[in-house]
């Protein structure tokens, strides 16, 4: 704690796609999204969180089960922080990303809002309620969480790497 009796955090992480982090102490976790969303989930009983950042909605039939597709990386998240102890009344949830960029290379029609539109329909299948969102449009967004206290600081940006847009 500092002088204000603010959490002081030590630890940051930037997260790429098709990985998730749940620190076992305070940090700030950091991503830049495009197409793909970030799903940051808080526990405001514990003061823990985490984050995972996913590109596509569905995976490719046979395809790996991995963090880049949407169920795998926000029910692993979950999972985990209910397997060490938070409930899902306690939990406070954000959703950011969707958004579109037609000059990009790699530009998928619908690839944005399906990203959202399957996150939020996985969140409800796990009966997380009132998840907090910024999505869509035609900006990419950075993000930072902090996990000690459950802030998000977004920004919406013009420019983010072609890889940021649409990550293979």
Known sequence: MDDDGRQVVA??????AGCICLPSKAAKICAVVGSGAVVAV???????GGMTHYAR???EP??????MY???????????????G??????????FGGASNRKVEGFREGLGEDNVKVGL?????????????DVGGTR???????????????????????????PQ
Do not use: C
């Open 42 to 48: 808080w526990d405001r009983r514990r003061r823990r």
């Open 140 to 166: 990419g967004r950075k993000v930072v969480f902090n996990t000690g206290t459950g802030e998000v600081v977004l920004a919406k940006v013009e420019r983010i790497r072609a890889s940021d847009w649409y």
């Open 11 to 16: 630890n940051e992480f930037m997260l790429g």
């Open 62 to 67: 046979g395809g790996r089960s991995t963090a």
């Open 70 to 84: 949407a169920a795998p990386a926000i029910v692993t998240l979950v999972r985990m922080l209910l397997d060490s």
């Open 86 to 95: 938070s409930s899902p009344a306690d939990l406070e949830t954000h959703l």
């Open 57 to 59: 909605p569905y995976r």
């Open 121 to 133: 329909e996985i969140l409800e299948k796990l009966r997380i309620r009132g998840v907090q969102r």
